[in-house]
């Protein structure tokens, strides 16, 4: 019986990782970027040294050597700071001010156009790989604590700039550093929104109870219209829907009407766990799971969430046992 190979695994990111190819592709691009570096801030020491003869100093070689030491110094100290979660803002500018320095030094040598562009150039381009390394290093950290905030597409900017100003808006005061999770949190809150609107007429703002507007603008709805199985009723009462003849009932009260008997929540999580099987992470959020379940948003997050901690514990997912119902021996 041959053994089987398991399938690399994808991070959380939705990146796949580097291939052995690209790798090497990437160590020697790192590589060609350090000596083109290190070329321009060699080549930048005797315009430096001469500056500093003109300057006074006793020794002009140590003002050309201190720049050029301190800027990829300051360069791994940024990095450092990223790598433990203590970044300073401040720190990565301190090289592109040492390499203005050094190119503002060098165009002062030249003695054409050109020869001040190239001057400047060569000790620019050790701040621009560094600074590419840094964002590298930055996002891949960011992606594995779960801490940098992803961005908005700029064509979502562009088409829709109000609302997506309100998205950028919810997910840095609450924290949301998934754009994905965002719209779809975004796409319940307006599912919500409509079943509110549904319920208490034109003027849902001021009937709706207000823990339920304070939960729909923080973007954690609970709509009272949607409740798919039995809880306790809550401690205030709520207000009555309006009875206008053209107003069409909730979509749980059409429901009810037909006659389709109503799920506890422990069968809606058994039911979720075999649908939800081979969806990835991206893929598990509360609207698919409300499409493909047929039950309400409120009970949509619920299940999400028991999903989601159970994917991080690392529990097994197997169905409830209804009470009462003894494992066949198949399953033992």
Known sequence: MSATVPAPKTPASGVPPLTRPELGLAGIGALAAAGVGALGLISSFAAVSEAAARWGFTSPWMLPVGIDVAIPVFTVANLLLIRMDMALAWVRFVPWVLTLITCGLNIAAGQGMWAKVAHGTMPLLWVVFSEIGAHIYAVRIGAATGRRMEKIRFSRWLLAFP??????????????????????????????????????????????????????????????????????????????????????????????????????????????????????????????????????AANARKLRDALKSERADGRPLHAVNPEGETPTAEAA
């Open 163 to 296: 609302s997506t100003f309100a998205l950028w808006r919810r997910m840095t005061l609450w924290e949301i550093t998934s754009y994905s999770e965002a719209l779809a949190r975004e796409k319940e809150r307006q599912l919500a929104r409509a079943d509110l609107r549904e319920t208490y007429g034109r003027k849902w703002r001021t009937k709706t109870p207000r823990r339920e507007r304070v939960l729909l603008r923080m973007g954690a709805v609970t709509p009272g219209s949607e409740q798919d199985i039995a809880e306790p009723p809550p401690a205030g009462k709520r207000p009555a829907p309006p009875t206008a003849p053209k107003q069409r009932p909730p979509r749980q009260t059409r429901a009810k009407a037909k006659g389709t008997p109503q799920r506890t929540f422990e069968e809606l999580l058994s039911e979720a766990r075999t649908l939800t099987a081979s969806w990835t992470d991206a893929e598990l959020n509360g609207e698919a799971v409300r499409t493909a379940l047929h039950c309400s």
